[in-house]
């Protein structure tokens, strides 16, 4: 089983923020930043491990945490960084965060507990030998 990751991200997206984002008040809805880290979470397994059959295998969110720590605002220059933590027999767990590009402040964190699932047999399944390998060496995980 690998354990603890660096401290550093090494997957980070720049994130447009678009006109339907933002609210009344001027700044993201809370609601928003989840598609956010969705569209990192996509970028950073086409990015690590490449060659999945996404016909046959899903990536499911069984718990998600986040902590709103600043308001996002219009016209902000943001990115997405994702990095996985720490990885079990069929789980992982996923660290996330936006930051702003301009001052590297962090605006909201994000801690999700995944599970790989077989569409096929309809069931949880083992992390592959491949994809851990993959993101042992990218997040630099110890195996």
């Known amino acids: 089983m690998a354990q603890e990751a660096s401290k550093v991200f090494r997957h980070v997206l720049p994130i447009q923020i678009r006109f339907n984002d933002v609210d009344k008040f001027g700044h993201v809805n809370n609601t928003i930043y989840f598609q956010f880290y969705d569209t990192a979470k996509t970028d950073y397994f086409a990015a690590v491990c490449k060659d999945v059959d996404w016909e046959s295998v899903a990536i499911v969110v069984v718990k998600i945490e986040a902590e709103f720590l600043s308001q996002i605002k219009a016209g902000e220059h943001i990115a997405a960084r994702t990095r ?52 042992c060496q990218y997040d630099g995980l110890k195996k």
């Open 84 to 135: 996985v933590t720490k990885i079990g027999n069929k789980s992982f767990q996923l660290e996330q965060d936006i930051i702003n590009m301009d001052t590297q402040e962090v605006k909201c964190r994000c801690l999700s507990v995944m599970v790989l699932y077989d569409l096929v047999n309809h069931k949880s399944m083992p992390f592959p030998d491949n994809w851990r390998q993959a993101i």
